[in-house]
């Protein structure tokens, strides 16, 4: 199961499209990239169906951002060799990082958007920008849940990227991938993998050619990620399972 099969998206999605509302449907119509619905000068929401409308647009986020993780990993596979005179290692090394990068900082977002969707659902009424981890878990009404234990296994989860993503977005910094290229190559795969690349290599590693030693090594970046993917969606799921019966209960408040 993903997070876009959960009962919670699912239930959530087919909720707000029950709504009488004409422009609804066309809202939605826009996908993972949807705007908060314009309901025109002089209307006001209810606080239920604003709360309602919230709670599917954070939960649609975190959709939205495995597809993204997906998408990434399927780019950094791909080949980006332009003009034949164009060194070929530096490109790759170049697009290896840059991906990487991209992945690091959509990769951390998930804590922060599982902290919206679960400050909604709540109902604790922290401002968007207040919605930290800390006025989220900390709420007596989190304290002593699951959602508060699956919580704290996200947010250790994500932490393994905080440093990386800081030093990029606040610092200019790269991010390297952490790989170490050589180190990964295995006589057996080396000369598999650059037969199957029409490469000619001698007896030793430092013969290899840089082109070859970061294809290998994208391979190995790229079940890393996979693995980090699989690990953080579980996670994920889970929030959802133990969100659902506080969905559960505001909804028939609610309705």
Request: proline share 4%; charged share 25%.
């Given at each position: 199961?993903?997070?876009?099969?959960?009962?919670?998206?699912i239930e959530l999605l087919e909720n707000i499209k029950s709504w009488?509302?004409?422009?609804?449907?066309?809202?939605?119509?826009?996908?993972?990239?949807?705007?908060?619905?314009?309901?025109g000068a002089g209307v006001e929401p209810s606080p239920e169906r604003?709360?309602?409308?919230?709670?599917?647009?954070?939960?649609?986020?975190?959709?939205?951002?495995?597809?993204?993780?997906?998408?990434?990993?399927?780019?950094?596979?791909?080949?980006?060799?332009?003009?034949?005179?164009?060194?070929?290692?530096?490109?790759?090394?170049?697009?290896?990082?840059?991906?990487?990068?991209?992945?690091?900082?959509?990769?951390?977002?998930?804590?922060?958007?599982?902290?919206?969707?679960?400050?909604?659902?709540?109902?604790?009424?922290?401002?968007?920008?207040?919605?930290?981890?800390?006025?989220?878990?900390?709420?007596?009404?989190?304290?002593?849940?699951?959602?508060?234990?699956?919580?704290?296994?996200?947010?250790?989860?994500?932490?393994?990227?905080?440093?990386?993503?800081?030093?990029?977005?606040?610092?200019?910094?790269?991010?390297?991938?952490?790989?170490?290229?050589?180190?990964?190559?295995?006589?057996?795969?080396?000369?598999?993998?650059?037969?199957?690349?029409?490469?000619?290599?001698?007896?030793?590693?430092?013969?290899?050619?840089?082109?070859?030693?970061?294809?290998?090594?994208?391979?190995?970046?790229?079940?890393?990620?996979?693995?980090?993917?699989?690990?953080?969606?579980?996670?994920?799921?889970?929030?959802?399972?133990?969100?659902?019966?506080?969905?559960?209960?505001?909804?028939?408040?609610?309705?």
């Amino acid at each position: 199961m993903t997070v876009k099969q959960h009962q919670l998206f699912i239930e959530l999605l087919e909720n707000i499209k029950s709504w009488p509302m004409p422009d609804i449907l066309l809202r939605l119509a826009h996908g993972p990239y949807e705007i908060p619905i314009d309901y025109g000068a002089g209307v006001e929401p209810s606080p239920e169906r604003q709360r309602e409308y919230n709670s599917y647009y954070w939960c649609n986020r975190l959709v939205t951002i495995f597809g993204r993780l997906a998408w990434i990993r399927s780019m950094t596979s791909r080949s980006v060799y332009g003009r034949r005179n164009e060194d070929r290692s530096v490109l790759l090394e170049e697009w290896i990082v840059y991906n990487y990068e991209h992945y690091t900082v959509v990769y951390q977002t998930i804590l922060e958007v599982a902290l919206l969707l679960t400050n909604e659902i709540f109902g604790l009424g922290n401002p968007y920008r207040k919605c930290s981890y800390s006025t989220v878990c900390d709420n007596t009404r989190i304290k002593g849940t699951s959602v508060h234990r699956i919580l704290g296994k996200l947010k250790d989860t994500t932490d393994k990227h905080r440093g990386r993503k800081n030093l990029l977005v606040h610092r200019g910094e790269r991010i390297r991938p952490p790989l170490d290229t050589v180190d990964l190559i295995d006589s057996t795969e080396v000369i598999d993998m650059a037969s199957k690349l029409g490469i000619e290599i001698g007896g030793e590693r430092e013969e290899l050619p840089v082109e070859f030693l970061l294809i290998h090594s994208r391979k190995e970046l790229i079940e890393i990620m996979e693995k980090e993917c699989t690990e953080i969606e579980s996670q994920v799921e889970a929030l959802f399972s133990a969100l659902l019966p506080y969905y559960h209960k505001f909804y028939s408040t609610s309705s």
